[in-house]
C-alpha cells in the first residue's frame, strides 16, 4: 500500500531521528578524545564536500534575493549554529542532560512557530509535548543525576537546540519552493564555508587526529549531516514544523535503547517507562488532524 505524501514525511522524519539517535553516542565519545572544532571540521568538511553536487543543482545563487539570505542565515544556525556549541557543551555535560536539552527543540519549535507564523497550535500538541518531555526526562535519569549542573556547558547546547529549532521553522519555505534535496546541498555547503571560517582559527595541524579516526569521523559527518539533512528537509517540506519537532523527543530514548545495544549499558524500569511515554506523546501530537500545513510559500 503505497504511503501518502503526509505518511512520508513522518517516516522520513522518523528515520532522521534514528540516524542522528545515534551520534550522540559518538559525539560524547570523540569529544572527549579529539578537539571539539577539530570533531566538527572533519565531520562536516566530508558531508559538504559530498553534498557539493546538490549545491550546483539546486543553483541558490540563482535564487531571488530573499531567499539567499533566507538561505545563508539557515545555513548558518544549521551547521555552525548548532554543531559548534552543542560539540563544546558535550565535553562536560552528562549524557542523561544533554538528552534533555535537545528535548527542549520541539517545545521551541512551537514557541517559534506561534511568533514568526502566527499560527494556533491544537491541544494535542501541547499535550502530547508535555507527555513526550516527562518521558524524556525519565529517560535520561537526570532526576537521579548527583553531578552539580553546568551552567556554562547547559547554555551552551540550549543555544545549539535554540539554533536549531529556528532553523527548522525558518527553512520551511525553501523546502516547499526548490526540494528538499536542493535546500540540503545548499546548506550543507554554505553552512560548512561558515563552519570552518569559524573553527579553523582555532584548529592546529598538532591537533589532527589519526587517520582512522579521521575516516570514521568523515563516515560520520556523511550519515548523520547529509543523510540526516535529507530525510529532515524532506520531512519538513510537508509535515507542518510544530509536529515535526516532536520527532526530536524520540532521540534521548532511541540513543538510551542504542547503547544498550551497542554499549551494554543497562536498561531499567524508569527508561524503559521513558521510552515509552516520549513514543506515546509523539502518537498523541501526530493524531491531530485540525493543524494547518506547515507555512506557505509566499
Known amino acids: 500500500m503505497a504511503l501518502n505524501p503526509s ?11 534514528i540516524v542522528w539517535a545515534m551520534v550522540p553516542v559518538g559525539t560524547r565519545f570523540f569529544v572527549l578524545r579529539v578537539d571539539p572544532y577539530v570533531f566538527n571540521v572533519i565531520r562536516f568538511a566530508a558531508s559538504g564536500c559530498a553534498a557539493f553536487p546538490l549545491f550546483v543543482y539546486a543553483k541558490p545563487w540563482a535564487w531571488p534575493g530573499r531567499d539567499r539570505l533566507l538561505l545563508l542565515i539557515c545555513a548558518v544556525l544549521a551547521v555552525a549554529g548548532y554543531s559548534i556549541p552543542v560539540a563544546l557543551g558535550a565535553r562536560t555535560v552528562p549524557a542523561g542532560e544533554l538528552g534533555v536539552l535537545i528535548a527542549t527543540e520541539p517545545v521551541m519549535i512551537a514557541a517559534l512557530t506561534l511568533v514568526l507564523h502566527r499560527r494556533p497550535v491544537h491541544w494535542r500538541v501541547i499535550g502530547g509535548s508535555i507527555i513526550a518531555l516527562v518521558g524524556v526526562t525519565l529517560t535520561s535519569g537526570v ?33 516547499q519552493r526548490y526540494g528538499s534535496f536542493g535546500v540540503t546541498g545548499s546548506i550543507l555547503v554554505i553552512g560548512t564555508l561558515a563552519l570552518l571560517v569559524l573553527s579553523l582559527p582555532m584548529v592546529d595541524a598538532g591537533m589532527l587526529p589519526d587517520g582512522l579516526t579521521i575516516l570514521i569521523l ?35 530514548a532511541v540513543s538510551i535503547f542504542a547503547g544498550a545495544r551497542f554499549l551494554d549499558e543497562s536498561l531499567t524500569v524508569q527508561i524503559l517507562l521513558g521510552g515509552a511515554l516520549t513514543v506515546f506523546g509523539v502518537w498523541v501530537a501526530s493524531r491531530s488532524e485540525r493543524l494547518l500545513p506547515a507555512a506557505a510559500t509566499e
Open 7 to 17: 505518511e512520508r514525511g513522518y517516516a522520513a522524519a522518523l528515520a532522521s531521528v
Open 143 to 175: 532526576l537521579n543525576s548527583r553531578e552539580h549542573f553546568k551552567w556554562l556547558s547547559t547554555l551552551q547546547v540550549l543555544f545549539g537546540a535554540f539554533s536549531w529549532s529556528l532553523y527548522t521553522v525558518l527553512a520551511v519555505r525553501l523546502n
Open 218 to 252: 568523515a563516515v560520520m559527518g556523511l550519515s548523520s549531516s547529509l543523510l540526516g539533512f535529507l530525510l529532515w528537509n524532506y520531512a519538513g517540506a510537508v509535515v507542518p514544523a510544530e509536529r515535526l519537532g516532536l520527532f526530536l523527543y524520540m532521540i534521548p
